[in-house]
Nanobody, 127 residues
Framework: QVQLVESGGGLVQTGGSLRLSCAASGRTFSSYTMGWFRQAPGKEREFVGAKSWSGASTYYAYSVKGRFTISRDNAKNTVYLQMNSLKPEDTAVYYC????????????????????WGQGTQVTVSS
């Protein structure tokens, strides 16, 4: 069983930055590929990016590539989403998700079927 708790959301102006954190419980954090998803009002949940369980690979959605960076610290059981150059269209509830032994790229296809989810944290980018 893995429990995920996101933090770090808030209100930021266009062009600003935020760093989200996702703290995981459980002793097998390093076995899970960690992904970030987001859901804007009235829209489907979409994949943002993921980092593989080994940390060897990272994959991003085209819409955030070059602006967002995912990192993980297995010693702290935490994955981070550094968001730079934020745009109003980045406004959404951001969720982290965990799925065992999959690739970062496949995390996008797994989507809602990911094994564990956090409760989400709101990110609002003002224009």
């Amino acid at each position: 069983q893995v429990q995920l708790v996101e933090s770090g959301g808030g209100l930021v102006q266009t062009g600003g930055s935020l760093r989200l954190s996702c703290a995981a419980s459980g002793r097998t954090f390093s076995s899970y590929t960690m992904g970030w998803f987001r859901q804007a009002p009235g829209k489907e949940r979409e994949f943002v990016g993921a980092k593989s369980w080994s940390g060897a690979s990272t994959y991003y959605a085209y819409s955030v590539k070059g602006r967002f960076t995912i990192s993980r610290d297995n010693a702290k059981n935490t994955v981070y989403l550094q968001m730079n150059s934020l745009k109003p269209e980045d406004t959404a509830v951001y969720y982290c998700a965990a799925h065992p032994f999959t690739t970062a790229q496949r995390m996008g296809a797994i989507g809602k079927q990911a094994a564990y989810w956090g409760q989400g944290t709101q990110v609002t980018v003002s224009s």
